[in-house]
């Protein structure tokens, strides 16, 4: 599914489509089950059938025997050309499955099992730490690659500042990564008797100043989480502007993208000079670059999306939405504290919403500028 939405997610989809089969898991043909499954392996498929098996006995014979195809299934999966998380067990029996039918569009008489998560052991080398859009410090655990499912990984996220004082790592530490949802690495610390004696290796210490800018950190109250506090970070303003073009549904914006070529607002992102672009993206990605712009420059948005989308902290679609029913957006980007002030009136509107639209619109006013 992830993999789906991925590639035709991209511009270069129509090229990939032929590669993608959709499989429909039923027929409206009044077949028994096992001939319907011949029937969608036979014409709906490119090589990879629907793997199945009917079994029959007693409660304790199909339990054993579901168990032996479960564990086969899963012992298996290193070895296919294709990707799979489980099995499915149904019943076969027309009048069974007639009489339990479905819950909307879900079958009441089949049930999916999922596999255990794959698991493999790594050596645990240093931190990196990114800064989102709110200023969350986030640290990113490296480790020598491993391989899952044909995917290498040699690093992931582990949250939060409580996390990375909970894991209290060192570098050679050794680690146990769990693949979750076949989809992303879960990373804990391995069992004492699987560590080296007498690392010499520190203790991996939290920055007390912002990675990106310098600046110091703020933490929670809870103390388990960091912030940057300096609204013009320059990583906070690459995922505010890439979160800008997200919301809009503005596709192959990634914060990688607008780190390369150095975009720090909204403005120069309009303005971008098409040369530079090319010597830095290339030709091709350049075109796909302009593209987008020109979407974005062209597409009629709500207000409220638009500013849903720039990026004031904790503020959703929604509210704005109910802020636009009394107020006009040039009246917001143009407006005072004594006009933001007088958003109290409005039924969920609080006070705290209200004070972040006042204290972050100097920081944004060229960004509501150039929409407007």
Not at 25 to 36: C, G, K
Not at 63 to 73: C, D, M, N, P, V
Not at 158 to 180: N, Q
Request: aromatic share 10%; hydrophobic share 35%.
């Amino acid at each position: 599914r992830n993999a789906v939405i991925g590639i035709l997610g991209g511009l270069d989809a129509r090229r990939i489509r032929d590669y993608l089969t959709p499989v429909p898991l039923e027929t409206s043909l009044n077949l028994p089950r096992s001939q319907e499954l011949e029937f969608l392996n036979k014409y709906y498929t490119k090589g990879i059938d629907m793997r199945s098996v009917e079994v029959h006995g007693s409660y304790a014979e199909v339990l054993y025997q579901l168990k032996r195809f479960t564990e086969e299934a899963n012992g298996l999966r290193a070895f296919m050309n294709f990707q799979y998380d489980g099995i499915v067990v149904e019943y076969t029996d027309q009048s069974i499955r007639e009489r339990l039918g479905k819950r909307g569009a879900v079958p009441e008489y089949s049930i999916a099992v999922k596999f255990p998560p794959m698991r493999q052991y790594s050596t645990f080398t240093h931190y990196t730490f990114s800064v989102g859009q709110t200023g969350r410090i986030t640290p990113m655990a490296h480790f020598q690659p491993v391989e899952f499912l044909g995917a290498i990984h040699d690093k992931t996220t582990v949250h939060s500042l409580k996390r990375f004082r909970d894991l209290e790592l060192h570098s050679g530490d050794k680690v146990l990564l769990t693949l979750s949802n076949d989809v992303i690495v879960y990373l804990t610390k391995a069992p004492s008797d699987l560590q080296p004696k007498d690392n010499p290796a520190p203790l991996e210490e939290f920055p007390d100043t912002c990675p990106a800018c310098g600046e110091p950190l703020m933490m929670s109250d809870s103390g388990d989480t960091a912030f940057c506090v300096n609204f013009n970070c320059p990583e906070r303003v690459i995922a505010r502007i890439a979160n800008f073009l997200a919301k809009l549904n503005i596709k192959d914006f990634s914060t990688e993208t607008i780190r390369a070529l150095g975009i720090k607002s909204l403005r120069q992102l309009m303005n971008y000079p098409q040369k530079e672009a090319e010597r830095i993206l290339g030709p091709i990605e350049a075109q796909n670059f302009y593209s987008r712009i020109q979407e974005l420059k062209s597409k009629m948005y709500p207000d409220y999306r638009i500013l849903g989308a720039v990026g004031f902290t904790g503020i959703s679609t929604e509210t704005w939405r109910k802020i636009l029913q009394h107020m006009k957006y040039a009246d917001i980007i143009h407006g005072n504290e004594n006009t933001m002030s007088g958003l109290h009136f409005i039924k969920g509107i609080g006070m705290k919403t209200i004070e972040t639209i006042i204290y972050e619109k100097p920081f944004l006013q060229d960004d509501l500028d150039t929409v407007y």
